[in-house]
């Protein structure tokens, strides 16, 4: 049996950096999104349909990634606050053992 070490805080730090980048990118995509515009208006004909279409879809290749960084972020966070209420439940638990006190 192998023993995993984890520093909740520092995991938490992790978490709260990906839900933020996930919030930046989205941002960025409504930047593409205008560029796109911007891109397609600046030239004629099929280049101007083209410009457009990459734009369009590196916009929604940023706001995925934007949206699974979130995504993950949330999930560490919930993941350290279920591994913090188990380690005080087994913490307790312990504590109630060593005094001779029966817990619920």
Not at 44 to 69: C, F, K, N, P
């Amino acid at each position: 049996m192998s023993t995993i070490s984890v520093q909740f805080d520092a995991l938490e730090q992790l978490a709260d950096e990906l839900r933020s980048l996930g919030t930046e990118l989205a941002g960025e995509a409504e930047l593409c999104r205008s560029a796109a515009y911007t891109l397609g208006a600046a030239v004629d004909g099929e280049l101007a349909a083209r410009t457009g279409q990459l734009g369009h879809a590196w916009a929604g290749l940023v706001d995925l990634l934007g949206q699974d960084a979130a995504a993950v972020g949330q999930g560490l966070r919930a993941a350290v606050l279920s591994y913090r209420e188990l380690e005080a439940a087994l913490s307790d638990r312990n504590l109630y053992a060593t005094a001779g006190v029966r817990g619920s």
